[in-house]
């Protein structure tokens, strides 16, 4: 069994992990090569019993496994592993034969074949670039949106989602770029691929960006909190697709992508290709707690 990158629990095994001791063991193993049980105790103080004693009940949860074996001066000491090196849980229910998802409406008959997910997500670099020379705080959100995916996506394994995610820079270095489907995550002082397609998204729906506002037709949006969920062909191959995921500022595109991650259907329209206009509602912790379409445009294509 190989380490994965991301592994999803469930609400006993967040019990089992959360224990003080146990969180510091997987802290341990994580980080240390070759550590074995002797060691753990010694560094954190506690009786060896102690430790097998925990590691026992990591390893029958499912969140560790044996790698390999130590020698050592009185024998052989058995070497463990996270079976994952980042971990998520999902407050929602398991929804992989739900219909009624954000995912059943746009991600699966357009970004997926034979239930792997086909494209590439595109969130801002963290470097200063494009034609406002911004830097972009958006990359936790493609981690938001993998969970997301990765929850619905079978036939993946946990690892393999995340090598989709490049940033915009990155992108518009590698060949055949326009020869895929894109999710791109992002306002268009960030991001120059949401840049790019805003025209596109001013041609075909009258909804677009303008320096710090959303335009449609005579109204403007220009709150923090305010977002673009817009899915659209791609212009450059029009077999593909391109969902855009972006805000007026960082809040703003937290609140496209809460309203894909916990299924707010009421957003977004049913249509071929949309754009809504929406604002999320803020909570003490300054992040989005629920999402409201304020307007929305679309129509059907063959």
């Not at 690892?159 to 915009?168: I, R």
């Amino acid at each position: 069994m190989q380490d994965e990158a991301l592994c999803r629990i469930s609400s006993e095994e967040i019990r089992i992990l959360s224990h003080e001791i146990r969180w510091k063991i997987m802290n341990l193993l994580a980080t240390e090569d070759s550590i074995y049980a002797k060691q753990i105790a010694e560094t954190l103080g506690l009786t060896e019993q102690k430790i097998h004693y925990h590691l026992s009940l990591l390893r029958n949860a499912g969140l560790i496994h044996q790698t390999g074996v130590r020698s050592i001066k009185r024998g052989r000491a058995k070497i463990f592993k996270p079976v994952a090196n980042q971990f998520f849980v999902s407050l929602t229910p398991d929804v992989s034969s739900e219909h009624n998802t954000m995912y059943q409406h746009i991600i699966k008959e357009k970004f997926t074949n034979n239930g792997k997910f086909r494209g590439s997500i595109v969130v801002g670099s963290a470097e200063p670039h494009g034609r406002y020379d911004a830097v972009s705080r958006d990359g936790y959100l493609a981690g938001e949106l993998c969970w997301y995916l990765g929850a619905h996506l079978s036939t993946h394994k946990p690892s393999y989602l995340p090598y989709f995610v490049t940033t915009d820079i990155s992108y518009q270095k590698q060949p055949n770029k326009m020869k895929t489907n894109l999710i791109l995550i992002g306002g268009h002082i960030t991001n120059i691929l949401t840049a790019q397609y805003n025209k596109t998204l001013q041609k075909k729906f009258n909804i677009y960006f303008v320096e710090n506002q959303i335009k449609f037709g005579e109204e403007i949006y220009s709150l923090s909190n305010h977002g673009i969920i817009a899915l659209m062909r791609n212009p450059n191959r029009s077999n593909y697709w391109i969902l855009i995921l972006a805000g007026v500022r960082s809040l703003g595109t937290q609140a496209a992508i809460h309203a894909i991650v916990t299924d707010s259907l009421d957003v977004i329209e049913q249509e071929t290709e949309f754009a809504s206009v929406i604002i999320g509602e803020i909570n003490s912790q300054e992040r989005i707690k629920s999402v409201k379409k304020i307007t929305s445009v679309s129509y059907s294509r063959g």
